[in-house]
């Protein structure tokens, strides 16, 4: 069956824009997000079956949301061989405040090259490997389900970690996020440019 699934190629125009709030709903499959978007587009990718998405210009904020098209939602998909795997590049040079809605895919969310303003990330049984983006300061909220979560913080990128954990391994650095109350936490986090 997965044979008969095409893959779309699409790109969404930045018309402009200056900043950009983007929400990602994904389920069954491999999502991969990382830079690599032209300076006039926000975003191109590769998607497995149709994708449903749209671009409304509110003043100077582009509003996107992307989500497989209704049929392949509405369709009972079992196995592997019925997985929509995306392939997403994102314009590097435009802040993006990101919300993400993951279900039970594998996702590999490299933004070390972004300008990340807001990060929200929801998931459910997921195996999620994030690259935080490695300049700015932001804030980002991480909701798990029965998750797997791998966080790379780049060198050069400050942190206050808080964990707050039901049945779970929690595993962090304390050479560079050394425990500080209930945080964990760079030295500098206070006056860190990028943190």
Avoid: C
């Avoid at 079992?78 to 995306?86: E, K, M, S, V």
């Avoid at 969310?109 to 932001?138: H, Q, V, Y």
């Amino acid at each position: 069956f997965r044979g008969n699934v095409q893959v779309e190629n699409m790109s969404i125009d930045l018309q402009g824009a200056t900043t950009v709030d983007l929400k990602v709903n994904h389920g069954a499959g491999e999502l991969k997000l990382h830079s690599g978007a032209s300076a006039q587009e926000f975003a191109h990718g590769s998607f497995m079956g149709r994708l449903d998405h749209k671009a409304t210009r509110n003043g100077d904020r582009l509003e996107v949301r992307m989500r497989p098209a209704k049929d392949f939602l509405d369709f009972p998909f079992f196995g592997p061989r019925h997985q929509l795997d995306w392939d997403v590049a994102l314009n590097a040079g435009i802040p993006i405040a990101l919300k993400l809605n993951l279900g039970a895919n594998k996702s590999d969310l490299d933004l070390r090259d972004m300008n990340i303003t807001d990060l929200d990330l929801d998931t459910g049984a997921s195996d999620t490997k994030l690259t935080l983006p490695s300049r700015g300061r932001f804030h980002a909220d991480l909701d798990l389900g029965a998750a797997s979560l791998e966080i790379i913080v780049p060198e050069g990128l400050s942190a206050r970690i808080r964990a707050s954990l039901g049945a779970a391994d929690l595993k962090i650095d304390q050479t560079r996020f050394p425990r500080n109350g209930s945080y964990y936490q760079s030295p500098d986090y206070e006056t860190a440019v990028n943190a």
